[in-house]
């Protein structure tokens, strides 16, 4: 038991949290997007300018069903979600705003 | 992290949470901090993705595109996919008080992790002897560095999970000391969550 | 909960026996209270604090050296005191040293004296954590001087840009002691950052709501996060250039097609909240400091807090503009101009709220006071060379010159060092249990306030009239003497000011002790005996206001006028607490890991096997940090000397007491 829980939050975690079979199946879906992944590798000229996009999507998806489900956070305090989303989000504005200043989106 | 029937605890907090006491936040203070720590492994790992995607761009002889060789790296990402599934059912097994399946989910998630950075190791080593080398331009070694940082993480993990296993082992993490576990967890996760965008922007999207 | 089997250290014997405290069967568990035994092992935040404090004012010492080597090299055209290679050091040492090992280290003295004092908790979430911070800090610091002794100290500015910073331009190895020494003061930073945030969100007091936290708690809030976020892309920019130089990556290998805009992208990423990191502390000590001796409570509380926030947040909108003659390009150069401009805003927002906060007050004139004072009106004369910063085109004239000079000087050092010169005479007696001298703390001010506006104003001028930077002589028909020779003058009168803190520091010791409230203070270190008992406060305090501790002595008549209440109790007293605190036990492991690490940094460039012995102290220490009880339970069962009495002194306990039910805790939603 989490030390710091109060008992009835003791209670709704068990309700909340996946079971084994749940994370099962989690994983099988992830397993499902890391094949499409692959499947456009082999399909590549075919997607053209979709290529990134549709991979980049799939990405987030993963990540977020990591995130939410692995590690918790759908079922946790808010705060804890804050604290990595203000990490991804300042890594994503400031990294691509150092890119853009190399042109790096601009041909 | 534990403490005697004597301990006097006067007022709200006790330095590290022990058990009973009261944050706060209602969180415990090592799963915030651990949090806050992956929270700033963004900025590290965004750093060396952002480096390596500007040297991809540069004219090379030899681009470590060329030498992908994308089944191996899925199969490489799906094993390590795969670790952090056996990784959340030995956290729900140290919450049942199943030592046995506890352990036996840690040494397979240990294993999984171990293939991943075999499978890196395999990886570069094909890469070397095809002329690419860390030195060779200014693509490989963004490239060896994201990844071998990343690798270097993995392995870290990897150690962490087999001193949870030995103390698991002697007793010394039973199904009071599971939020240990859940946050080696985290750790974890967050290292197949890298890989999760690394193998998508460095292999995928070239 | 009670010790079961499983949580006994690995070689303690069975139930029954006397406990041997031998984790590891290497170190015994340390127990001093007292020695330098005690300061090495100490994990109690008041004390690290102090180490903090001491360690910055004496790296200042060397800082504050290295500046007037500066100076004299510079006080006449073609001066001889310094050649160049040695000019390029001093100021590289200069600043390197002003900003990693004074500033931030000194913010962080303050940050774990307080932080804990002022949200009513006995200690920070991570007690040995903390000690790490600390040694860390000091171990870097120890690296990057050593390469003084060691070929030559790095010579290529505090930012170090490359294609410079590389092997073919820096053969010698002063830029990896830079690199080295940074990259081991970051962990400390870092680690640091993490053990603060925890502390501030889950240790408060009951009834402390965020926004009941003193300001200066809330600006270091702000501050950490800035460092948790900014630190890493900074050891990104590290760890690529140690690559280029130890290993022969080509990251900034311009031949091979890299970019050396690299560098500067991520150094400033990381060295625009860095300046944020500096001065927001100090702004939370003023902002302690005026009410106190105004009488009045901050004016604009809520807004003081979110201005702070808000500055955390646009400092990473704005790092290009330390690149605005770089090459970037005009789209870059005017976006960067525009974020720059916005953020004055919520600086001027402060300002008037200090203003606001004095206007009307019964003002108490004291040294700190004064400290204070002379930061608002020192920042804003930088924070106006600022804006003229902020306009793209005229900084295209000023960067580069003294007018930047200036202008970071006045915010730097007229502002954040003031403003902690300013924490140190106000905190004294608390810390210390007596009081600096005011004549001789006087004779500081008023010293450091000619020395420093006479070093710095003309500095202005002279970028105006295109002094460069970092040149190690002028031509005397540049026109550039008088200034000089004046800025020359300045410096050595800041010296002169220090000596008299120094003998001030050192003649107090034998003054009379300090009550525990000699202001008349209002957060809750003043609440407690100064200097505060090891466990901080006897019980923990309720809270129901900001400014608590104001609130338990006045309260306000029918006619809103302030009266005095009889007799507040401290909380914290002569006989302890009624029950015994169990506080967290000392550890040599944070020492230790730390220790390591200037072995690995040397190791690297000396000798693998130096470095694998580094490695081995620091995997040695993780693992004994991990495996040792954050309270020893050796020390519940069989020794008393962790249920502590006022004085840190052992009190004796019956193995059978009571266990305290524990302070109710009122629930603190967010």
């Keep these: 038991m989490s030390h710091t829980e109060t008992h009835a939050e003791h209670i709704d975690e068990e309700h909340d949290h996946p079971s084994d079979l749940k994370y099962v199946k989690i994983a099988i879906v992830l397993a499902a997007i890391t094949a499409a992944e692959v499947v456009t590798f082999y399909v590549e000229d075919e997607l053209g300018a979709l290529l990134a996009p549709i991979l980049i999507v799939m990405m987030i998806v993963k990540f977020g069903i990591v995130a939410a489900e692995f590690m918790h956070l759908r079922y946790d305090s808010n705060l804890l979600t804050r604290v990595f989303v203000a990490g991804i989000v300042l890594a994503v504005g400031v990294y691509i705003a150092a890119m853009t200043t190399f042109h790096y989106f601009s041909s | 992290m534990t403490t005697s029937t004597t301990t006097e605890h006067v007022g709200a907090a006790h330095p590290t949470t022990a058990p009973g006491h009261v944050t706060s936040t209602g969180l415990s203070n090592e799963k915030l901090s651990m949090w806050l720590f992956l929270g700033s492994e963004c900025l590290l790992f965004g750093g060396l993705i952002s480096t390596f995607l500007l040297y991809r761009n540069v004219d090379v002889e030899l681009a470590v595109g060329d030498l992908y060789d994308i089944p191996f790296t899925s199969v490489s990402s799906f094993v390590l996919l795969m670790s952090s599934l056996t990784m959340v059912l030995a956290v729900s097994a140290i919450k049942r008080g199943n030592g046995r399946q506890t352990r036996t989910w840690l040494l397979t998630t240990a294993l999984l992790g171990a293939s991943f950075v075999a499978g890196q190791v395999y990886e570069f080593t094909v890469f070397y002897r095809e002329g690419l080398g860390y030195t060779t331009n200014v693509q490989s070694s963004a490239f060896y560095t994201l990844t071998g940082f990343h690798g270097v993480h993995v392995s870290i993990g990897i150690i962490m999970l087999l001193s949870m296993f030995v103390l698991s082992l002697k007793g010394r993490i039973g199904p009071e000391r599971h939020e240990a576990l859940e946050i080696v967890g985290l750790y974890w996760h967050f290292v197949d969550v890298v890989w999760i965008v690394i193998f998508t922007i460095v292999y995928l999207i070239r | ?670």
């Excluded at chain 3, 040294?367 to 003229?388: D, H, K, N």
């Excluded at chain 3, 890991?593 to 620091?618: Q, R, T």
């Design chain 3, 1 to 670: 909960m009670a010790i079961t089997e499983a949580d006994r250290p690995i070689l303690e014997l069975p139930v029954g026996e006397r406990t041997v405290r031998q984790p590891l069967g290497v170190f015994t568990r340390p127990t001093a209270t007292t020695g330098w035994r005690s300061w090495l092992s100490t994990i109690d935040h008041k004390k690290i604090g102090i180490l903090y404090g001491a360690t910055s004012l004496f790296f200042f010492f060397i800082g504050g050296m290295e500046a007037l080597l500066i100076r004299a090299q510079l006080a006449q055209p073609d001066g001889q005191v310094l050649s160049a290679e040695a000019y390029n050091q001093a100021f590289t040492m200069h600043g390197t040293t002003m900003v990693f090992l004074v500033v931030m280290p000194l913010a962080a003295a303050f940050a774990n004296y307080l932080i804990p004092l002022q949200i009513g908790a006995r200690d920070v979430a991570f007690p040995r954590l903390n000690a790490l911070s600390y040694w860390t800090f000091l171990f870097g610091g120890i690296v990057l001087n050593s390469s003084w002794f060691l070929g030559g100290a790095p010579d290529n500015g505090w930012f170090n840009y490359a294609p410079n910073s590389g092997l073919s331009y820096s053969p010698g190895h002063g830029i990896d002691f830079w690199n080295m020494g940074l990259l081991i003061a970051g962990i400390a930073s870092l680690v640091g950052a993490i053990n603060l945030i925890t502390t501030c969100l889950n240790m408060r007091a009951p009834g402390m709501t965020l926004m009941r936290m003193p300001v200066f708690t809330w600006m270091s809030l702000v501050t950490q996060f800035l460092l948790l976020f900014a630190i890493p892309v900074l050891t990104v920019a590290q760890f690529l250039l140690m690559f280029d130089r130890l290993f022969g990556a080509n990251f900034f290998n311009v031949e091979a097609g890299a970019d050396p805009l690299l560098w500067q992208h991520l150094f400033w990423i990381f060295g625009h909240p860095e300046v944020y990191i500096m001065i927001l502390p100090a702004f939370g000590i003023i902002s302690e400091i005026l009410p106190v001796f105004s009488r009045k409570p901050i004016f604009g509380y809520p807004f003081m807090v979110f201005s702070g926030i808000a500055i955390g947040f646009m400092g990473w909108g704005v790092w290009a503009h330390h690149m605005f003659v770089s090459g970037i390009g005009p789209v870059s150069v005017a976006a960067f101009s525009l974020s720059t401009m916005f953020i004055a805003v919520p600086t001027g927002v402060k300002i008037f709220n200090w203003v606001g906060t004095l206007w009307g007050g019964k003002l108490k004139l004291t040294v700190p006071m004064a400290f204070a004072i002379a930061l608002v009106a020192q920042f804003t004369i930088g924070g106006v060379s600022g804006v003229s910063h902020a306009v793209s085109p005229s900084d295209t004239q000023q960067t580069d010159t003294y007018y930047i000079v200036a202008h970071f000087h006045y915010v730097l050092f007229g502002g954040a060092l003031f403003g902690m010169v300013g924490g140190l005479y106000f905190w004294w007696p608390k810390i210390f249990g007596h009081h600096l001298r005011e004549r001789l703390g006087w004779w500081h001010f008023w010293l450091m306030v000619l020395g420093f506006n006479l070093t710095f104003f003309p500095m202005h001028i002279l970028g105006l009239q295109g002094m460069p930077r970092r040149t190690a002589s002028y031509n005397a028909d540049m026109g550039w003497d008088v200034w000089n020779a004046v800025s020359t003058v300045g410096s050595f009168l800041i010296g002169v000011s220090f000596l008299f803190f120094a003998y001030n520091i050192l003649t107090s010791r034998k003054n009379p002790k300090a009550v525990a409230d000699p202001w008349d203070g209002r957060s809750l270190e003043w609440a407690t005996t100064s200097p505060p008992p090891v466990h901080n406060f006897d019980e923990i305090p309720t809270v129901s206001h900001l400014d608590e501790w104001w609130h338990r002595k006045y309260q306000e008549d029918d006619n809103h006028k302030l009266v005095r209440v009889e007799n507040v109790a401290l909380f914290a007293s002569e006989a302890g607490p009624d029950e015994p605190v169990h506080l967290p036990s000392p550890s040599y492991w944070p020492f230790v890991l730390s220790l390591g690490l200037p072995f690995i940094a040397w190791g690297l460039l000396y000798s693998y096997w130096l470095a694998a012995f580094g490695g081995v102290l620091v995997l040695a220490a993780i693992y004994g940090w991990s495996l040792e009880p954050s309270v020893d339970p050796a020390g519940a069962h069989h020794d008393d000397d962790h249920h502590v009495g006022p004085q840190g002194e052992p009190v004796a306990v019956s193995a059978d007491a009571a266990p305290d039910a524990g302070a109710a805790a009122e629930e603190i939603t967010e």
